[in-house]
């Protein structure tokens, strides 16, 4: 088969790969029909992050291929969504509703593990690991959507849960990639009121008012936080949602967190230095991580195919296998939220 190989930073390309084979009697073989960049697999191409030399890609959804003996919840030509990371649904950390961190849990993507920026997966576990979705024709956006869901629409997800977003509460949200718009989504099917997006690119701006933002900021550092506490009556937020991982976003989050509120971050952090005097001094709390995408996705997946929220709208470049190059270029110079990568038509 056909698959993204890293050969370090700036070096992507497309190689020949084994095709996947069931080694354990609970694999299942995956054929890809849509891949994705993530916003971490940026840090990779910048030399930003280690990752290791080979496959790459942690997003797809696809359809069954093959299974194991052992595997029982899936049939081959089911379509499914595979969270970042496989999991055995039967560690303690599995069983406490944390698959993202398995005990024997890997991304893909990673360590010579398939990724899913490939044309078919081996995945471990595949009946803990990947959900089902429904028989249906779905649509090339209805598809996106469930592609979101692999990853970046539950990592939204996550920053606002970890925040404690209620109906009724002022929720900022800093960051305008993908996870960031989909924190916004998140934000506004938890019944946030008013949610202030901060973003300074028009194309950002009103995919967040799409998706719910009441107010959009262009303000950035102290200066959007000033202006952020103006719109509250120098009060603050509700709930911060931290989605980039720089240490000025964080920054900003603290600063518009109200007295006894909760920063959900979910921004894969660089530089960035804890502000714990601001949490003692004012009760604010710290809360996020990884994603619990398998946890996440049976809850959201009813509102993707009932069209009540659209996170495929994020997917704003899509290519093929054969220039998934020109998708990370695209992603690391801003021209794209998030690019997608159809499998089928490379």
């Known amino acids: ?52 030399i080979g496959p790459i890609g942690h997003e797809f ?24 990371v496989y999991c055995d649904g039967d560690c303690v950390n599995c069983l406490a ?21 490939g044309e078919a997966v081996r995945v471990p576990f595949a009946d803990a690991t990947l959900v089902v979705v429904p028989a249906g024709d779905y649509d090339d956006g209805l598809l996106a959507s469930l592609l979101a869901l692999s990853d970046v629409m539950c990592t939204g997800h996550h920053a606002a849960v970890s925040a404690g977003v209620e109906r009724g509460d002022t929720v900022a949200v800093v960051g305008d990639g993908a996870v960031g718009l989909s924190a916004v989504i998140a934000a506004r099917r938890l019944g946030a009121e008013r949610i202030i997006a901060l973003s ?42 931290e989605c980039v991982g720089t240490g000025t976003s964080m920054d900003t989050a603290f600063g518009v967190a109200r007295v006894g509120s909760t920063v959900g971050a979910v921004g894969v952090p660089h530089d960035v230095t ?9 009760n604010v709390g710290l809360k996020g991580g990884v994603a619990p995408a398998r946890r996440y996705i049976p809850e959201l997946l009813p509102d993707v195919l009932s069209g009540a929220i659209e996170p495929g709208a ?33």
């Open 1 to 52: 088969m056909r698959a993204t190989s890293f050969g370090g930073p700036g070096s992507i390309s497309v190689v020949e790969r084994p095709d996947p084979v069931i080694v354990d009697s609970t694999d299942a073989v995956v054929a890809t029909v849509l891949g994705c960049v993530c916003g971490s697999d940026l840090w990779y191409f910048r030399g930003q992050s280690p990752h290791a």
């Open 61 to 84: 959804i696809g359809r069954v291929a093959e299974i194991g003996s052992d595997v029982s919840r899936l049939a081959v030509g089911d379509l499914v969504i595979a969270p970042f």
């Open 97 to 117: 509703g944390w698959p993202s961190n398995c005990l024997r849990g890997k991304s893909f993507g990673n360590n010579g593990v398939d990724g899913g920026q």
């Open 200 to 241: 300074r690119n028009p194309a950002r701006q009103a995919l967040a008012r799409r998706f719910g933002a009441t107010d959009v900021l262009a303000e950035r550092g102290q200066e959007a936080i000033e202006a952020i506490l103006d719109l509250t009556g120098g009060v603050g937020v509700d709930a911060a949602l």
């Open 274 to 282: 804890v502000p714990i005097a601001t949490m003692i001094s004012r």
């Open 314 to 346: 994020v997917f704003d470049y899509v290519t093929t296998l054969d220039d998934v190059r020109s998708a990370y270029e695209a992603m690391d110079e801003r021209r794209a939220v998030k690019a997608m990568i159809r499998m089928e038509a490379s």
